[in-house]
Protein backbone atom coordinates (compact mmCIF):
# COMPACT_ATOMS: atom_id res chain seq x y z
CA UNK A 1 0.00 0.00 0.00
CA UNK A 2 1.57 3.66 -0.60
CA UNK A 3 0.00 7.30 -1.32
CA UNK A 4 1.46 10.64 -1.48
CA UNK A 5 1.60 14.06 0.08
CA UNK A 6 3.71 17.43 -0.42
CA UNK A 7 6.23 17.96 2.37
CA UNK A 8 9.13 19.96 2.95
CA UNK A 9 12.54 18.26 1.75
CA UNK A 10 15.76 19.46 2.63
CA UNK A 11 14.47 23.13 2.15
CA UNK A 12 12.09 22.74 -0.82
CA UNK A 13 8.53 21.89 -1.10
CA UNK A 14 8.38 18.17 -2.66
CA UNK A 15 6.51 15.49 -3.33
CA UNK A 16 7.14 12.42 -0.98
CA UNK A 17 6.12 8.80 -1.31
CA UNK A 18 4.98 6.84 2.00
CA UNK A 19 5.28 3.09 1.67
CA UNK A 20 3.45 0.39 4.37
CA UNK A 21 5.42 -2.88 4.98
CA UNK A 22 3.63 -5.75 5.80
CA UNK A 23 5.56 -6.77 8.85
CA UNK A 24 4.17 -8.25 11.95
CA UNK A 25 3.93 -4.91 13.78
CA UNK A 26 4.55 -3.29 17.06
CA UNK A 27 6.18 -5.46 20.02
CA UNK A 28 4.65 -2.94 22.42
CA UNK A 29 1.14 -2.94 21.42
CA UNK A 30 0.08 -1.16 24.51
CA UNK A 31 -0.20 2.21 23.96
CA UNK A 32 -4.05 3.12 24.88
CA UNK A 33 -4.84 4.79 21.74
CA UNK A 34 -3.22 2.54 18.93
CA UNK A 35 -4.55 -0.78 17.40
CA UNK A 36 -2.55 -0.54 14.17
CA UNK A 37 -0.83 -4.05 14.79
CA UNK A 38 -4.21 -5.56 14.73
CA UNK A 39 -4.12 -5.02 11.01
CA UNK A 40 -0.98 -6.62 10.75
CA UNK A 41 -0.13 -10.32 9.74
CA UNK A 42 1.21 -13.11 11.71
CA UNK A 43 3.43 -14.32 9.02
CA UNK A 44 7.05 -13.95 9.35
CA UNK A 45 8.44 -15.63 6.07
CA UNK A 46 7.05 -12.41 4.10
CA UNK A 47 9.14 -11.28 1.28
CA UNK A 48 9.39 -7.62 2.75
CA UNK A 49 11.77 -6.22 0.54
CA UNK A 50 10.06 -7.98 -2.19
CA UNK A 51 6.77 -6.51 -1.60
CA UNK A 52 8.57 -2.69 -1.05
CA UNK A 53 10.70 -3.07 -4.57
CA UNK A 54 6.94 -3.96 -6.29
CA UNK A 55 4.87 -0.92 -4.24
CA UNK A 56 8.07 1.19 -5.25
CA UNK A 57 7.67 0.29 -8.81
CA UNK A 58 4.36 0.95 -8.50
CA UNK A 59 4.24 4.02 -7.00
CA UNK A 60 7.51 6.35 -8.49
CA UNK A 61 7.94 9.07 -10.32
CA UNK A 62 10.85 11.87 -11.12
CA UNK A 63 8.85 13.83 -9.15
CA UNK A 64 9.48 11.87 -5.60
CA UNK A 65 12.41 13.53 -3.45
CA UNK A 66 11.55 11.64 -0.31
CA UNK A 67 10.18 7.95 0.80
CA UNK A 68 8.65 7.02 3.99
CA UNK A 69 8.17 3.91 5.52
CA UNK A 70 5.60 2.59 7.56
CA UNK A 71 5.62 -0.79 9.47
CA UNK A 72 2.96 -0.38 12.15
CA UNK A 73 5.69 -0.71 14.35
CA UNK A 74 9.54 0.17 14.26
CA UNK A 75 11.41 -0.07 11.28
CA UNK A 76 14.76 -0.33 13.02
CA UNK A 77 13.31 -3.83 14.77
CA UNK A 78 14.97 -6.98 13.75
CA UNK A 79 11.71 -8.71 14.11
CA UNK A 80 9.93 -6.83 12.16
CA UNK A 81 12.42 -5.57 9.19
CA UNK A 82 15.40 -8.29 9.38
CA UNK A 83 18.73 -6.31 9.30
CA UNK A 84 19.85 -7.47 5.36
CA UNK A 85 16.44 -6.60 4.13
CA UNK A 86 16.85 -2.78 6.08
CA UNK A 87 20.05 -2.69 4.25
CA UNK A 88 18.75 -3.58 0.94
CA UNK A 89 16.06 -1.19 1.20
CA UNK A 90 18.00 1.65 2.15
CA UNK A 91 20.62 0.85 -1.09
CA UNK A 92 18.13 0.60 -3.38
CA UNK A 93 16.65 4.00 -2.55
CA UNK A 94 19.95 5.63 -2.64
CA UNK A 95 20.68 4.06 -5.76
CA UNK A 96 17.17 5.51 -6.93
CA UNK A 97 18.29 8.33 -6.35
CA UNK A 98 15.88 9.73 -3.39
CA UNK A 99 16.95 12.28 -1.34
CA UNK A 100 15.55 11.61 2.05
CA UNK A 101 13.92 8.47 3.82
CA UNK A 102 12.05 8.79 7.02
CA UNK A 103 12.19 5.03 9.33
CA UNK A 104 10.04 5.03 12.30
CA UNK A 105 11.07 3.69 15.12
CA UNK A 106 10.84 3.37 19.07
CA UNK A 107 13.93 4.63 20.96
CA UNK A 108 14.90 1.34 22.46
CA UNK A 109 16.04 -0.36 18.68
CA UNK A 110 18.11 3.08 18.08
CA UNK A 111 21.11 1.46 18.36
CA UNK A 112 24.37 3.14 16.99
CA UNK A 113 26.14 0.61 15.87
CA UNK A 114 23.41 -0.72 13.51
CA UNK A 115 22.37 2.81 11.61
CA UNK A 116 26.48 2.65 10.97
CA UNK A 117 25.51 -0.36 8.54
CA UNK A 118 22.41 0.90 7.90
CA UNK A 119 23.67 4.32 6.51
CA UNK A 120 27.16 2.50 4.83
CA UNK A 121 28.19 4.52 2.19
CA UNK A 122 24.61 5.33 0.71
CA UNK A 123 24.15 8.97 -0.52
CA UNK A 124 20.95 10.01 0.98
CA UNK A 125 19.63 11.60 4.01
CA UNK A 126 18.14 9.25 6.94
CA UNK A 127 15.60 10.50 9.53
CA UNK A 128 14.29 8.53 12.43
CA UNK A 129 10.94 9.34 14.08
CA UNK A 130 10.35 8.43 17.08
CA UNK A 131 6.76 8.74 18.52
CA UNK A 132 7.82 10.52 21.30
CA UNK A 133 3.62 12.43 21.94
CA UNK A 134 4.85 14.05 25.34
CA UNK A 135 7.88 15.34 27.11
CA UNK A 136 5.53 14.45 30.51
CA UNK A 137 6.34 11.58 31.94
CA UNK A 138 3.11 11.52 34.12
CA UNK A 139 1.51 11.90 30.60
CA UNK A 140 3.68 9.19 28.91
CA UNK A 141 2.95 6.92 31.78
CA UNK A 142 -0.57 7.58 32.81
CA UNK A 143 -2.63 8.69 29.59
CA UNK A 144 -0.74 7.16 26.63
CA UNK A 145 1.04 3.88 28.07
CA UNK A 146 4.34 4.32 26.13
CA UNK A 147 6.57 2.52 27.90
CA UNK A 148 9.30 4.57 27.69
CA UNK A 149 10.23 7.95 29.26
CA UNK A 150 11.50 11.09 28.23
CA UNK A 151 14.88 10.81 29.11
CA UNK A 152 15.17 7.75 26.92
CA UNK A 153 14.29 9.62 23.99
CA UNK A 154 16.78 12.44 24.72
CA UNK A 155 19.23 9.37 25.01
CA UNK A 156 18.96 7.96 21.81
CA UNK A 157 18.41 11.59 20.42
CA UNK A 158 21.86 12.50 20.99
CA UNK A 159 22.96 8.91 18.89
CA UNK A 160 21.07 10.21 15.89
CA UNK A 161 22.89 13.64 16.70
CA UNK A 162 26.38 11.92 16.53
CA UNK A 163 25.52 10.21 13.21
CA UNK A 164 24.11 13.11 11.69
CA UNK A 165 20.58 11.26 11.29
CA UNK A 166 17.62 13.97 11.31
CA UNK A 167 15.44 13.35 14.20
CA UNK A 168 11.28 13.74 13.67
CA UNK A 169 9.48 13.47 17.00
CA UNK A 170 5.44 12.61 17.00
CA UNK A 171 3.87 14.75 19.67
CA UNK A 172 0.31 13.49 20.26
CA UNK A 173 -2.35 16.28 20.41
CA UNK A 174 -4.87 15.12 23.22
CA UNK A 175 -4.14 11.77 24.91
CA UNK A 176 -6.89 10.58 27.22
CA UNK A 177 -7.76 11.89 30.74
CA UNK A 178 -6.84 15.49 29.46
CA UNK A 179 -9.08 18.08 29.18
CA UNK A 180 -8.46 20.26 25.87
CA UNK A 181 -7.30 22.84 27.58
CA UNK A 182 -4.54 20.50 29.27
CA UNK A 183 -4.10 18.75 25.98
CA UNK A 184 -3.30 22.33 24.32
CA UNK A 185 -0.64 23.63 26.82
CA UNK A 186 0.98 19.84 26.90
CA UNK A 187 1.59 20.23 22.92
CA UNK A 188 2.90 23.52 23.29
CA UNK A 189 5.21 22.92 25.96
CA UNK A 190 6.52 19.69 24.92
CA UNK A 191 7.57 21.03 21.45
CA UNK A 192 9.00 23.75 23.49
CA UNK A 193 10.97 20.88 25.56
CA UNK A 194 12.43 19.17 22.00
CA UNK A 195 13.14 22.50 20.17
CA UNK A 196 17.01 22.61 20.14
CA UNK A 197 16.84 18.09 19.68
CA UNK A 198 14.31 17.69 17.43
CA UNK A 199 14.75 18.85 13.62
CA UNK A 200 11.03 18.02 12.58
CA UNK A 201 7.77 18.63 15.12
CA UNK A 202 4.99 16.25 13.91
CA UNK A 203 2.06 17.04 15.83
CA UNK A 204 -0.56 13.65 15.46
CA UNK A 205 -4.29 14.72 16.26
CA UNK A 206 -5.74 12.01 18.24
CA UNK A 207 -8.23 9.94 16.07
CA UNK A 208 -10.12 7.06 17.91
CA UNK A 209 -8.42 3.39 16.59
CA UNK A 210 -10.87 0.38 17.04
CA UNK A 211 -10.33 -1.66 20.34
CA UNK A 212 -8.00 0.67 22.37
CA UNK A 213 -9.15 2.07 25.89
CA UNK A 214 -9.61 5.26 23.79
CA UNK A 215 -12.89 4.05 21.72
CA UNK A 216 -13.90 2.49 25.25
CA UNK A 217 -13.80 6.00 26.66
CA UNK A 218 -15.50 7.82 23.68
CA UNK A 219 -18.45 4.89 23.09
CA UNK A 220 -18.76 6.23 26.92
CA UNK A 221 -19.22 9.88 26.02
CA UNK A 222 -15.61 10.53 28.33
CA UNK A 223 -13.46 11.46 25.62
CA UNK A 224 -13.92 13.54 22.48
CA UNK A 225 -11.00 13.82 19.85
CA UNK A 226 -9.43 17.49 19.58
CA UNK A 227 -10.95 20.55 18.05
CA UNK A 228 -9.59 21.77 14.77
CA UNK A 229 -9.37 24.99 17.25
CA UNK A 230 -6.93 23.57 19.26
CA UNK A 231 -4.76 22.22 16.53
CA UNK A 232 -4.47 26.30 14.92
CA UNK A 233 -3.67 27.19 18.63
CA UNK A 234 -1.10 25.08 18.92
CA UNK A 235 0.58 25.43 15.83
CA UNK A 236 0.45 29.57 15.79
CA UNK A 237 2.23 29.00 19.35
CA UNK A 238 5.21 26.77 18.17
CA UNK A 239 5.45 28.40 14.33
CA UNK A 240 8.80 30.49 15.17
CA UNK A 241 10.47 27.06 16.88
CA UNK A 242 13.68 25.76 15.15
CA UNK A 243 12.42 22.65 13.97
CA UNK A 244 9.86 22.23 11.07
CA UNK A 245 6.59 22.12 12.30
CA UNK A 246 4.17 19.43 10.37
CA UNK A 247 0.67 18.60 10.85
CA UNK A 248 -1.11 16.09 8.70
CA UNK A 249 -4.50 15.30 10.49
CA UNK A 250 -6.18 11.95 9.88
CA UNK A 251 -10.18 11.24 9.50
CA UNK A 252 -10.10 15.38 10.50
CA UNK A 253 -14.02 16.23 10.18
CA UNK A 254 -15.52 12.46 10.67
CA UNK A 255 -16.54 11.53 14.11
CA UNK A 256 -13.32 9.44 14.66
CA UNK A 257 -11.06 12.46 13.97
CA UNK A 258 -10.32 15.57 14.77
CA UNK A 259 -13.13 18.05 13.97
CA UNK A 260 -14.92 21.29 14.26
CA UNK A 261 -18.25 22.11 12.60
CA UNK A 262 -19.25 20.92 8.95
CA UNK A 263 -19.11 24.65 7.42
CA UNK A 264 -15.31 24.95 8.31
CA UNK A 265 -13.89 21.36 8.68
CA UNK A 266 -12.60 21.74 5.22
CA UNK A 267 -10.80 24.43 5.11
CA UNK A 268 -9.32 23.92 8.71
CA UNK A 269 -7.63 21.16 7.41
CA UNK A 270 -6.57 22.88 4.33
CA UNK A 271 -5.22 25.45 5.80
CA UNK A 272 -3.24 23.05 8.57
CA UNK A 273 -1.52 21.04 5.18
CA UNK A 274 -0.37 24.89 3.73
CA UNK A 275 1.00 25.74 7.03
CA UNK A 276 3.48 22.27 7.11
CA UNK A 277 5.02 23.48 4.10
CA UNK A 278 6.24 26.59 5.35
CA UNK A 279 5.66 26.94 8.82
CA UNK A 280 3.90 31.03 8.22
CA UNK A 281 1.22 31.22 11.22
CA UNK A 282 -0.70 33.71 8.76
CA UNK A 283 -2.23 31.17 6.84
CA UNK A 284 -3.97 29.82 9.54
CA UNK A 285 -6.01 32.64 10.45
CA UNK A 286 -9.52 31.99 10.47
CA UNK A 287 -12.86 32.35 12.35
CA UNK A 288 -16.38 30.66 12.26
CA UNK A 289 -19.09 30.88 14.59
CA UNK A 290 -18.05 27.39 16.16
CA UNK A 291 -15.24 28.97 17.32
CA UNK A 292 -17.41 30.32 20.56
CA UNK A 293 -17.99 26.85 21.34
CA UNK A 294 -14.39 26.06 21.39
CA UNK A 295 -13.42 28.52 23.71
CA UNK A 296 -16.54 27.95 26.29
CA UNK A 297 -15.10 24.63 26.68
CA UNK A 298 -11.87 26.18 27.38
CA UNK A 299 -12.92 28.17 29.90
CA UNK A 300 -14.77 25.13 31.86
CA UNK A 301 -11.68 23.76 33.17
Same mark, same amino acid.
Given at each position: ??????????? /????????????????????????????? &????????????????????????????????????? &??????????????????????????????????????????????????????????????????????????????????? /? /???????????IK??????????????????????????????????????????????????????????????????LR?????? &???FG??????????????????????????? &?????????????????????
Amino acid at each position: MFFYNRENVQG /KEAKALSIILPTVGCRWRRCNMCSYFDDS &PSDTSIDIFGIFVQEFDNAYDEEIKKVKLFTSGSFLD &PKEVDHDCAKKIISFLSEKGISEVTLESRPEYVEEDYLKELMGNNDLQIEVAMGLESSNNKILKHSINKGFTFEGFLSVSEIL /K /KLGIKNKAYLMIKPPFLTEKEAIHDAINSAKSIEKIADVISFNPMTVHKNTLVEYLWNKGEYSPPWGWSILEILKETANLRPDIICH &PVAFGRSRGPKNCKSCNREIEKKILEFSLNND &PKILDYDCDCKNEWEEELMKF
